[in-house]
């Protein structure tokens, strides 16, 4: 079995910065290709960022790119989200995941966190 726990989320106004961690335990990490996805109320979980094994490939949705970066910390067994230039419609719970691909789909990440919320405020 596989945990993830995030943390990091907060309030900030917009324009502002958050990092978000994610430590992972109870499996291999460099095994765990990871994301980052979102969840508004009212909304659909959304994919934001991911990361592969190694590092060496990223994706981003593209309300994000060039504000955000993923990075992975394999000797920590820590995923990271960087965020910068946060605007109040980036407001939702974040969550992590895990799984063996990198991909924007939900449904293929086998291991998630329980999210953390992350709030900008106009």
């Known amino acids: 079995q596989v945990q993830l726990v995030e943390s990091g989320g907060g309030l900030v106004q917009a324009g502002g910065s958050l990092r978000l961690s994610c430590a992972v335990s109870?499996?291999?990490?460099?095994?765990?290709?990871m994301g980052w996805f979102r969840q508004a109320p009212g909304k659909e979980r959304e994919f934001v960022a991911a990361?592969?094994?190694?590092?060496?490939?990223?994706n981003y949705v593209d309300s994000v790119k060039g504000r955000f970066t993923i990075s992975r910390d394999n000797a920590k067994n820590t995923v990271y989200l960087q965020m910068n230039s946060l605007k109040p419609e980036d407001t939702a719970v974040y969550f992590c995941?895990?799984?063996?691909?990198?991909?924007?789909?939900?449904?293929?990440?086998?291991?998630w966190g329980q999210g953390t919320q992350v709030t900008v405020s106009s």
């Open positions: 995941a895990a799984g063996l691909l990198v991909t924007t789909t939900p449904r293929r990440y086998d291991y």
């Open positions: 990361i592969s094994r190694s590092g060496g490939n990223t």
């Open positions: 109870g499996r291999t990490f460099s095994n765990y290709a």
